[in-house]
Each structure stands twice: as C-alpha cells, then as structure tokens.
C-alpha cells in the first residue's frame, strides 16, 4: 500500500525530531559540563566585567553604531536620489559608488580608510571615532541607496503626478510627498542594516581603538588575554544580544504589521 505524500512528510518530521532529540541527549551525556562552565562562564570573571562592559564599550559600540548609521543614511539617501536622476553622469557615478562598496569587505575598507589613506598622504584622523564609523557610513550607505531606491520606486507614481498638477516642484514634491512615504516603507530593512552595524562595529578593532573608545569585541578579547579564559566573550555575546534581539523582534513585529495592512 503506498503512502500518501502528507503521511511520508509527516513521518519524516518525526525521524527529524527524533534524531534530532537523541542528538542532544547523546551531547548533553557526553560533555563536562563542569569543565565547560569553568572555561566558558566563570561567574567571578562575569561580576569583573561590570560596569565596565555597559559603561564603556556597549557605550562606544552604540556610538559607532550611531555615527554609522546617520552617515549611511544620508550618504545613501543622495546616492539613491542620484540613481534615480534623470541625469546620466548622476546615475553612473552612484551605480559606481554602490558597485564599489557593496563589492568589497568592510574589513578592507576599514583598513584602506584607516591606515592607507594617512600612511599614503601623512594625513591622521582628528577623532578615532570618526576613524571607526566613516568606513562605516560608506559601506552602509552603498546598502541603503539600493534600499531607499527600491522604496522610492515603490510609491505609485500617481502621487508624484498628483504633486506636480498642484503645481510643485519636482525636488519639493520627492522631499514633502514621496521621500515620506518609502521611508515608511523601508523602515524594516533600515533596522535591519542598524542591527547589522551593531555587529560590524566588531571589526573597529583591528584600526588599534584607544582605551576610550574600545567597542564589546575588544573588550571580550581583551578580557579573554588578561584572564585566560572565554567568559568576557561570552558577556559580550550576551550583550551584544541584549542590543540586537529587541530590533529584530521590532522589525518582524513592522513586518506583520505591513502583511496585516495589505491585506
């Protein structure tokens, strides 16, 4: 007797599961969790890393975070004007600056920003916060261009018609009527590259940050060499999941607000 096609997915869920369970049994048997709890979550080690984690590099974390995102968002909303212009040089430098960036690692930029550029000019960096988030706003702004585009584009092209038979502007009516609207569109994606920074904020490190403005992942690896352990990265992880889980949650929250309003 062959079986339906309902039956043998819901069988084979079940061996998933199954397998799956056993799995963690076998792991949770075989691990010492003593030991593992000793390396990686040393409760002493955690009561050393406040408040210096919270006060300090969550703190310095943020304000990459910030100056990135700010910058991104206003190098990205030009460059996406400028995709959209009618003017072809526009286009083709801001299709080539998204190309560039978008195409190579912020690890790169970062480090071509960073050193390159003052060791190839003799020029320094007035503030190692700048130092961090510029590359930072380039990399991100190269994302939102192509995001704010998509929203732009989005909006009915009705409404910039109903905007210029009122007699506007083009610019006054892309400022006041369309630019409003692809906002509200794109504010999900938008939290998404914020909480995307958060994380990238990591790679800050490898520019030398002072001790004033060391970000989480610094902190943890600084705390794993001076302690010989891996519990301040685990604190770190944490909090860098304190920073992120409620953002994300926001975004799936806009997200079933917008399926709920179109439908």
Known sequence: ?????????????????????????????????????????????????????????????????????????????????????????????????????RGIPLLVTLLALGFGIPIATGWSWPNPYLQGAIPLSLVASAYMAETIRAGIEAVPKGQMEAARSLGMSYPRAMITIIIPQALRIIVPPLTNEFVLLIKDTSLISVLGVTAATKDLARFGRDGVNSSANATPLIVAGLVYLAMTLPLTQLVAYMERRAKAAGK
Not at 55 to 73: D, E, H, M, Y
């Open 1 to 101: 007797m062959a079986i339906s096609k309902r039956k043998r997915a819901m069988y084979t869920r079940y061996a998933i599961y199954t397998l799956s369970i056993l799995a963690i049994v076998v792991m949770a048997l075989l691990v010492d969790w003593t030991r593992l709890g000793n390396a990686m979550f040393k409760w002493e080690i955690v009561k050393k890393q406040f408040p210096d984690i919270l006060t300090s590099a969550a703190k310095n974390t943020v304000v990459f975070t910030i100056l990135g995102f700010a910058g991104g968002l206003s190098f990205g909303l030009l460059f996406a004007l400028m995709r959209l212009s009618s003017i072809r040089p526009y286009r083709w430098l801001a299709a080539t600056y998204i190309e560039i960036f």
